[in-house]
């Protein structure tokens, strides 16, 4: 499985940007996908997962209510649609997915995750 992460950009903040990550593979549906970022001198933390259905989902508290990850499961793509940008929200977003049995599996810890797509890089300023 490959993961291609797009959709960064610069904006101020309460701007609102949407962040896309297509993968390869006939098995996309089979597989929990999520979205952790990582801000220069710090430790990359979880952002958002979506379960393989898209019935289930899950959000860091510093972005729930802000940002809604969805995924399209015929183009083989997550969604990450994020508002009320903050600069705080400054990072290089990293998309992963794991193959997923279980709908309600939304794992928040990265070593759950198998594959991982290259960063794209979100600058907000204030």
């Known amino acids: 499985v490959q993961l291609q992460a797009s959709g960064g950009g610069s904006v101020q903040a309460g701007g609102s940007l949407r962040l896309s990550c297509v993968t390869s593979?006939?098995?996309?549906?089979?597989?929990?996908v999520g979205w952790f970022r990582q801000a220069p001198g710090k430790e990359s933390e979880f952002v958002a997962a979506i379960g393989y259905s898209g019935d289930n989902t899950r959000y860091s508290d510093s972005v729930k209510g802000r940002f809604i990850i969805s995924r399209d499961n015929v183009k083989s793509t997550v969604y990450l649609q994020m508002n009320n940008l903050k600069p705080e929200d400054t990072a290089a977003y990293y998309c992963?997915?794991?193959?997923?049995?279980?709908?309600?599996?939304?794992?928040?810890?990265?070593?759950?995750?198998?594959?991982w797509g290259q960063g794209t890089l979100v600058t907000v300023s204030s």
């Open positions: 593979g006939r098995t996309f549906g089979s597989y929990a």
């Open positions: 992963a997915a794991t193959r997923s049995s279980s709908s309600p599996y939304v794992p928040s810890v990265k070593g759950s995750y198998t594959y």
